[in-house]
């Protein structure tokens, strides 16, 4: 059995194949025989025009997978064409999922503080499950550096106490282009002192995103008296992974995990499949 996991973002689609009666995640592939010279994993700019052909083409190399399971913040219209093309391609369905008001299932406890669960955006719920699946212990500050820029808490019994969002790196970039007269669309370098305007606003923009980060660790770290270890993912990531490193001064307590959205939605897969799960969890 083959599950197909769909991480629709803002920018791009990131899909992979995967097994949820797997022991641990990306442990244990789905066989060989099922899925010879494919790829079990990728990603597609959400703006190419041909994006659900080129997917449908990618799995066409694999087995049709049992079920598909997504999560999406892109448009409507997006979304709308992906589910189109899964239902004339092998008239699958989609299972959208989004935020819940917790989560039990593998061992992970959530519990959503949201005013109102739903409203929290199922890419950041779908992270938290996969931040606190790859780290069972401790306060958690999950960061998804994307479109947008998320600083999400996890205290350590599992409550997501709240967090902010912010413009990510390269909305900010184009918005300053697009909303001034003479600033370009910087194509700069992070540097200590900037001497011309594309680096002045690399360099802003970067340390705009890296006192966001430090300003939300210090509150969660104040809110649960104690340590907080740094998770960051989405597309942006690497970008400022070695800065938070070394300006933010978080050293070891950070860590790079690129497809917490990914991994969260796998253990959403595997509780869907559970009959020991209810919906009030899903």
Same mark, same amino acid.
């Given at each position: 059995m083959s599950w197909l996991l769909l991480d629709a973002g803002n920018t791009a689609l990131k899909w992979e194949l995967t097994c949820p009666a797997a022991a641990q995640?990306?442990?244990?592939? &789905? ?8 790829? !079990? ?26 079920? &598909?399971?997504? #999560? ?19 008239? %699958?369905?989609? =299972?959208? @999922? +989004? ?7 593998? *061992? &992970? ?11 929290? *955006? /199922? ?6 499950? *996969? ?5 069972? =212990? ?14 999400? +808490?996890l205290n350590e019994d599992g409550r997501f106490v709240g967090g902010v969002i912010a413009p990510g790196i390269d909305l900010m970039r184009t918005s300053l282009a %697009?909303?001034?007269?003479?600033? /370009? ?16 606003? #690399?360099?802003?923009? @970067?340390?705009? =995103?890296?006192?966001?980060?430090? $300003?939300?660790?210090? $509150?969660? !770290?104040?809110?649960?008296?104690? @340590? ?7 597309? $942006? +990531? /690497?970008?400022?992974?070695?800065? @938070?490193?070394? %300006?933010?001064?978080?050293g070891t307590m950070i860590a790079h995990e690129p497809d917490l959205v990914l991994r969260g939605l796998w253990h959403r897969a595997r509780a869907l499949a559970s009959?020991?799960?209810?919906? !009030?969890?899903?």
């Amino acid at each position: 059995m083959s599950w197909l996991l769909l991480d629709a973002g803002n920018t791009a689609l990131k899909w992979e194949l995967t097994c949820p009666a797997a022991a641990q995640w990306r442990e244990a592939d &789905i066989p060989e025989a099922a899925t010879a010279h494919a790829n !079990r994993r990728g990603s597609i700019a959400m703006d190419d025009p041909q994006l659900a052909a080129k997917l449908l083409t990618e799995l066409k190399r694999a087995d049709t997978p049992t079920a &598909i399971v997504g #999560c999406a913040v892109a448009s409507e219209e997006r979304v709308n064409a992906i589910d189109a093309a899964f239902r004339a391609a092998s008239s %699958q369905k989609v =299972q959208w @999922l +989004g935020a819940a008001a917790q989560f039990d299932h593998d *061992g &992970i406890t959530l519990r959503n503080s949201y005013r109102n669960p739903l409203q929290l *955006g /199922p890419d950041r719920w779908h992270a938290l499950i *996969g931040a606190r699946a790859r780290f069972p =212990q401790g306060v958690l500050a999950v960061i998804n550096a994307g479109t947008a820029t998320t600083v999400d +808490g996890l205290n350590e019994d599992g409550r997501f106490v709240g967090g902010v969002i912010a413009p990510g790196i390269d909305l900010m970039r184009t918005s300053l282009a %697009q909303g001034t007269a003479r600033l /370009p669309l910087a194509a700069g370098e992070y540097v200590a002192h900037p001497d011309n305007s594309d680096d002045a606003i #690399c360099t802003g923009i @970067l340390d705009a =995103q890296i006192g966001l980060i430090e $300003r939300r660790v210090r $509150r969660i !770290r104040e809110q649960a008296g104690a @340590l907080v270890h740094v998770v960051l993912s989405g597309g $942006r +990531g /690497p970008d400022l992974f070695a800065l @938070l490193r070394a %300006q933010a001064g978080f050293g070891t307590m950070i860590a790079h995990e690129p497809d917490l959205v990914l991994r969260g939605l796998w253990h959403r897969a595997r509780a869907l499949a559970s009959d020991a799960v209810t919906n !009030r969890v899903l």
